[in-house]
């Protein structure tokens, strides 16, 4: 934890570094959380198509990162993180050039049965 699932617009592929992009992510959720980097996993979905309002301006795209995190942070501390990674992801979809760029941010708790193992067979 935390686990985090971005889904982005195809047309953002090119302006967006997702590899540079999860690891400030996991910089910045290991330090707001207080655990350990090595605890930060980031799944990338690339959206083929993505319909923003009445979908006739041709130009909005989207991306959204979900981030599911341990029982037990405080409303301050998720508060801080949502507007944290937000600013995040407008850094890292500034050049963008000609899109308007839709971002949302979701943190919310990981379930009452999550485990987790980390294996080496």
Known sequence: MPHAVVDYSDSLTGAFDRRAFALELHALAAEILD?????????????????????????????????????????????????????LVERHTSKAAGLLVNASVDVRDLGDFYTKSATTP
């Open 35 to 87: 655990t350990a980097i090595g605890n930060c996993k980031t799944r990338f979905h690339r959206l083929e198509e993505s319909v923003v309002g009445e979908g006739t301006d041709g130009r909005s795209v989207v991306i959204h990162v979900e981030l599911a995190i341990a029982r037990g942070r405080t409303p301050q501390t998720k508060s801080r993180l949502t507007r944290s990674v937000l600013e």
